[in-house]
T-cell receptor, first 111, second 115 residues
Framework: GQQVMQIPQYQHVQEGEDFTTYCNSS?????IQWYKQRPGGHPVFLIQ?????EVKKQKRLTFQFGEAKKNSSLHITATQTTDVGTYFC???????????FGAGTILRVKS | KAGVTQTPRYLIKTRGQQVTLSCSPI?????VSWYQQTPGQGLQFLFE???????NKGNFPGRFSGRQFSNSRSEMNVSTLELGDSALYLC??????????????FGNGTRLTVT
């Protein structure tokens, strides 16, 4: 079945350092979504990427979708304590209307 | 617009019992998905309903079932509870039938503890 692998599982950074999480699929995706879950909260939608090679930015967050539409990354520049939480990617497949979540990357930021 | 509402927020049950969780989607949203979240396991997909029809089902035993009503509200049921069923159960709604293409709106979840 369709799977999305996400790494790393954990990342502990000093405030001000950069952070990146990666998602990979063995098959071509139709789109990829990113969510953030704060500790004790629920996942909140951040962004969706649809086009091959697409890059989108939200303030300090940069999202990329690979040329082959099999991988994606989320990069945070100069992390802040408000960035703590778990970041999930979710790969979409048109066939079967499937949306599959990665295992998530837990980000901790030391101030 | 009110968000996705899940009830109850917390639940404590004993092994062997059954439980029913409820989810009211955002008004106008006809797709409802359910996820199980446990530490280290991420978001495990349970099932997805659209217009009262189950369209997709995850790899969970038959003890896990669900349904959707004509007003789009959804319930999931877990029978013969096991300790491993302790988890946060999240419901998410979507405005379209192409769930993979539209953002999911999650509720706050129901925290189920099985003792």
């Amino acid at each position: 079945g369709q799977q999305v692998m996400q790494i790393p599982q954990y990342q502990h950074v000093q405030e001000g350092e950069d952070f990146t999480t990666y998602c990979n699929s063995s098959t071509t995706l139709s789109n990829i979504q990113w969510y953030k879950q704060r500790p004790g909260g629920h996942p909140v939608f951040l962004i969706q990427l649809v086009k091959s090679g697409e890059v989108k930015k939200q303030k300090r967050l940069t999202f990329q979708f690979g040329e082959a539409k099999k991988n994606s990354s989320l990069h945070i520049t100069a992390t802040q304590t408000t960035d703590v939480g778990t970041y999930f990617c979710a790969g979409g497949w048109e066939y079967g209307n499937k949306l599959v979540f990665g295992a998530g990357t837990i980000l901790r930021v030391k101030s | 617009k009110a968000g996705v509402t899940q009830t109850p927020r917390y639940l404590i049950k004993t092994r062997g019992q059954q439980v029913t969780l409820s989810c009211s989607p955002i008004s106008g949203h006809r797709s409802v998905s359910w996820y199980q979240q446990t530490p280290g396991q991420g978001l495990q997909f349970l099932f997805e309903y659209f217009s009262e029809t189950q369209r997709n089902k995850g790899n969970f035993p038959g003890r896990f079932s669900g349904r959707q009503f004509s007003n789009s509200r959804s319930e999931m049921n877990v029978s013969t509870l096991e300790l491993g069923d302790s988890a946060l159960y999240l419901c998410a709604s979507s405005p379209t039938d192409r769930v993979q293409r539209s953002p999911l709106h999650f509720g706050n979840g129901t925290r189920l503890t099985v003792t």
